[in-house]
């Protein structure tokens, strides 16, 4: 999971990428980077390391000019750490070109032959962000090689070059990118399964347009939200502001996940506060907790903070439940389940929340988590609240159990590491020595935010239900994820020779 942000502006826009990255830095901790354009050049700056880490104050001079993209990143693909992966990247050929993306490819390693051998393109990382920038970049060299004038790229051209992009590349992804001397592009999936808004601001009779992962950007830098990037839809926007659209054919069927944890409560995403959508989780919830144990067991409701305060709040209102809160959290460790490594996450558990044991002496409580991935996270507090003094421990699940690996831009790649799998829910709690453990129904959680937005055709729901939306996930695919887990990532150089049967030489870049 990662956070892109693009800006075409009347003014220096180095500061509001800046500001905006920081409002999406919970999107991804582990780099982060900008670029600016000015005059048909680019100028970029980007690390290892948290916003406020990667940028200083000689870093921002530098970035000069009135359009940019930037990119918060959260490892999900590649080499996490390696700062060759940090985006946007950068190609040169047909056009100057720079993009960000959120999301993952599944057919990441096909493309990457094609690149490589067919269209004699070189990838120098491992991630799959480059490879879909070069699919990108050739698609618009195809494009641009049928006009009148091969020199000069055209609207059309490139909305012809996300069309076959659309049709080649697999997976889920949000992205911007910038064409050195032309604009701003940013396109989604064909299921929306990664979230993409658009904003603009009116200064003056001029009008500034913005693209991000999450609409609280735009609040943070006073921008309006215009509305959400359709899927398959494709935006460009020329240097001077003016706007253009080609939307082609896809299904509106976002990541569950999005609503469940990873997006900020203040965001709205396909016409649907976050906020209210974990709200109405909390609803639902409790009605689940009513069938699963007796409520004379319960003498308070605590969240465990930050993500499950809305459900947690809704969930002690329904059930007339004092709601308490007992853990304070230390803002300044980041998100434990998006920390690589079981070792990292345990040991950050007890650095992240601290409890107030008056809260939890002689009290039956019941925690409410946004959901319950690993497990670390959740025995590490259950045992944290009983060293506090509580008689028992139910913890409660805004989420359903999380049993299959996430492809689609979501840390969780192998079944072994899933709490869920292969165990019961009884089984769950003594995993995590709690004294009770309930999850949300999934046709509820999901029947509780097309109630917001009753457009929404569906959801990648995959980590929950084993349904992959995209149609080319199979067993074979997991076992292969599970099994190069632990293992370094490579790419070997594929041979041209054996691929110069299938090259066209019209179709090779120069």
Not at 259 to 267: E, G, I, L, M, T
Not at 469 to 491: C, F, M, V, W
Request: charged share 25%; hydrophobic share 40%.
């Amino acid at each position: 999971m990662c956070g892109v942000l693009g800006i075409i502006a009347h003014e220096s826009v180095n500061q509001l990428l800046y500001d905006g990255l920081q409002m999406l830095q919970h999107r991804g901790q582990d780099a982060a980077g900008i670029v600016t354009t000015q005059n048909g050049s680019f100028h970029m700056h980007k690390g290892k390391g948290m916003v406020r880490e990667v940028f200083r104050t000689r870093n921002m001079r530098d970035l000069h000019g009135n359009a940019g993209i930037a990119h918060v990143r959260y490892p999900t693909a590649g080499n996490a750490g390696s700062p060759a992966e940090a985006q946007p990247f950068y190609v040169s050929s047909p056009f100057g070109i720079v993009l960000a993306h959120n999301g993952n490819l599944t057919n990441t390693e096909e493309l990457y032959q094609e690149v490589y051998a067919k269209y004699l393109r070189h990838v120098n990382t491992q991630s799959d962000s480059e490879v879909l920038l070069n699919v990108f970049a050739h698609e618009i060299r195809s494009a641009v090689a049928a006009n009148t004038d091969p020199l000069r790229l055209t609207v059309d051209n490139i909305f012809d070059a996300v069309e076959k992009v659309h049709q080649r590349v697999r997976g889920a992804y949000g992205v911007v990118a910038m064409i050195a001397g032309y604009g701003l592009v940013a396109f989604r999936d064909p299921k929306g399964i990664r979230p993409l808004v658009l904003g603009k601001r009116e200064d003056k009779g001029k009008t500034s347009w913005a693209v991000a992962s999450e609409s609280v950007v735009f609040g943070g830098l006073a921008y309006d939200l215009v509305r959400d990037v359709e899927p398959t839809e494709a935006i460009f926007i020329d240097f001077d502001g003016n706007i253009h659209s080609r939307k082609f054919s896809g299904s509106l069927k976002p990541c569950l996940f999005e609503f469940v944890y990873f997006a900020r409560p203040d965001s709205v995403i396909d016409g649907v506060s976050v906020y209210q959508a974990r709200a109405d989780m909390g609803v639902t919830l409790a009605e689940k907790v009513k069938r699963a144990i007796s409520l004379d067991e319960i003498d308070v409701v605590m969240p465990i903070p930050d993500t499950s305060r809305p459900s947690a709040m809704e969930l002690a209102h329904h059930l007339n439940k004092p709601y308490r809160e007992g853990l304070i959290k230390n803002r300044y460790i980041g998100r434990t389940f998006i920390m690589p490594g079981q070792a990292t996450r345990k040991k950050s558990v007890r650095q992240k929340l601290n409890p107030i044991p008056s809260e939890f002496v002689g009290k039956n409580v019941l925690l409410v988590d946004d959901s319950i991935v690993r497990g670390t996270t959740s025995r590490e507090i259950v045992n944290m609240v009983r060293e506090s003094g509580a008689k028992k421990v139910f913890l409660a699940s805004a989420a359903p159990e999380v049993r299959f690996p996430n492809v689609y831009g979501i840390d969780m790649p192998t079944r072994e590491e899933l709490i869920a799998n292969g165990r019961s829910v009884e089984e769950i709690a003594a995993e995590v020595h709690a004294d009770a453990v309930i999850f949300q129904d999934l046709a509820d959680l999901e029947a509780a935010i097309i109630k917001l937005n009753p457009k929404i055709e569906g959801f990648d729901d995959s980590c929950f239900s084993g349904c992959y939306i995209t149609g080319d996930i199979d067993e074979a695919y997991l076992d292969n994820l599970s099994a190069s887990k632990h293992q370094p990532k490579t790419r070997p150089q594929p041979s041209i020779i054996d691929y110069s049967v299938n090259i066209d030489n019209s179709d090779t870049d120069e």
